[in-house]
């Protein structure tokens, strides 16, 4: 075998695919924050392969290609959000670049797929993804219509390049999830396949909107929820409160069969689209990372401070919920506000921050300093990520109810972060509410695999959530 391509930087990873046109092989490097493509012909593949443009630190771009040019979408000169532009295949230099879509503030380009005859754009701006197809030639744009105000849309797999349709999956609170054709056309799209609902399933009895809490420094936080239509609103229904808030990952909104049997109990169910996540563009992730990650707590304090201020909930009616990165929310709003919740179920919680941020033999950590920052060379990211680290944040004070879930096996959040904070909450925390520790023992990051395991560990869960709320039935 012959090496081709050799990173060297344990920051980035990289990935190789052939375009869609079967022109081009791209070989793509890239970490958080920085990326660099490189390119050599399909019908050559033994040929070295060339660079589009050197790498820079905090330029991200990614290339595709069709005819006679490669299509860019890149964040250069501080386009936080993406911007298209295209190049000569014969000289993709920088300079050579022409812009074909502009940068736009609060408007994120996700993604951009090109065809023989058309291209379909994916970008999400004010939470609401949108899917839109441009001819080539007349430059002639359509979006994808949609029939509900709050959903998720996303471009399918669509491996043939010569094609007059656009796969693309659909899904709301209340739509399974459901694959679509799009004719470019004619401008309709064709169900093909949606997720079956068992036991008379009946999406017109639930309602979802979207709402919006005002962060403490004036920022509006967009919130999907969903309930049953005849839910009475009184300032006493139990609400589940969930969010993210990381890596500029945007929280979809989705389809759950089991949620169903929350909502039928009269529970609302609340996705926070809090800062650090990518529902509004890049900034929004910028204004919830490194130095500013504290803006995702507040942001998720003040969601959960407008549903009670509006009359959704109650106190002592919301439980909040969130995995992973999302956990560490959990652990750091519970921390900071532990009189404002009912209950809390923290997935795979990364709460233990200084310490795994601090150990760069494990092989997530190199990686992981573009996020949250470097406590190992800076003291300031030290000072700043110790002051919510959950684990070093825990003081003798009463906490609401906790179940915490972890698995043996579990790559990303080793199990002994979650187990060591629960360990701390139990000998410092002064209330007698129940803290529960949950070890799957043959699971890893994403929990249980097997079909009937997860839906197991999901009655679980609502077991110990319905028990918090005081719902026997």
Do not use: C
Not at 135 to 147: E, F, M, Q, Y
Not at 422 to 442: F, Q, Y
Request: glycine share 8%; proline share 5%.
């Amino acid at each position: 075998d012959e090496l081709v391509y050799e990173e060297a930087d344990e920051m980035f990873g990289i990935g190789v695919e052939r375009t869609r046109s079967r022109g081009y092989v791209l070989l793509t490097s890239a970490s958080h924050t920085t990326s660099e493509v490189r390119y050599v012909s399909a019908d050559h593949p033994a040929e070295a392969f060339k660079l589009i443009s050197p790498r820079e630190a905090g330029h991200e771009y990614y290339a595709d290609h069709h005819g006679d040019r490669f299509y860019i979408r890149s964040n250069d000169g501080g386009r936080r959000n993406f911007r298209l532009v295209s190049a000569p295949a014969a000289d993709p230099r920088k300079e050579n670049w022409k812009e074909v879509i502009p940068h736009r503030a609060g408007v994120m380009l996700d993604s951009v797929d090109f065809f023989k005859d058309f291209y379909v754009v994916s970008e999400r701006g004010n939470a609401t993804p949108v899917l839109r197809v441009v001819d080539i030639k007349t430059g002639k744009a359509a979006d994808i219509g949609v029939p509900e105000p709050v959903y998720t849309i996303f471009p399918g797999a669509n491996r043939e390049f010569d094609t007059g349709k656009v796969r693309y999956n659909y899904q709301s609170f209340i739509t399974p999830s459901s694959v679509y054709d799009y004719d470019v056309k004619t401008g309709k799209s064709e169900l093909l396949k949606q997720q079956p609902v068992l036991g008379g399933y009946d999406p017109t009895l639930y309602k979802s909107e979207r709402v919006y809490a005002t962060a403490a420094d004036g920022t509006r936080v967009p919130i999907s929820l969903v309930y049953k239509k005849d839910l009475k609103l009184d300032g006493q229904r139990p609400v589940l409160l969930n969010a993210y808030g990381s890596y500029g990952i945007p929280s979809n909104v989705t389809f759950s069969s089991t949620r169903l049997s929350l909502l039928d109990r009269g529970v609302v169910f609340a996705l926070a689209h809090i800062r650090g996540g990518g529902d509004l563009g890049k900034e929004w992730h910028d204004q919830g990372r490194m130095m500013s990650k504290k803006n995702t707590f507040t942001d998720f304090i003040a969601s959960a401070e407008y549903l009670i201020r509006e009359g959704y909930t109650s106190k002592d009616r919301l439980v909040i919920t969130g995995a992973s990165a999302g956990g560490l929310l959990m652990g750091a709003v519970t921390n900071m506000r532990p009189d404002l919740f009912k209950a809390v179920v923290a997935y795979v919680p990364f709460v233990d921050v200084i310490n795994t941020e601090l150990d760069d033999t494990l092989p997530l950590t190199a990686g992981e300093w573009e996020e949250w920052g470097n406590p190992v060379k800076n003291p300031e990211h030290f000072k700043y990520m110790l002051s919510y680290s959950p684990y070093d944040n825990v003081a003798a004070k009463d906490y609401p109810a906790m179940l915490v879930k972890t698995s043996l096996n579990d790559s990303q959040v080793l199990f002994h972060e979650p187990t060591k904070f629960v360990a701390r909450l139990r000998a410092m925390k002064t209330d007698k509410n129940p803290l529960l520790l949950k070890v799957n023992m043959g699971a890893g990051h994403g929990g249980a695999s097997g079909r009937y395991d997860a839906l197991h560990d999901t009655a679980f869960d609502y077991a110990f959530i319905l028990t918090q709320l005081g719902i026997t039935q």
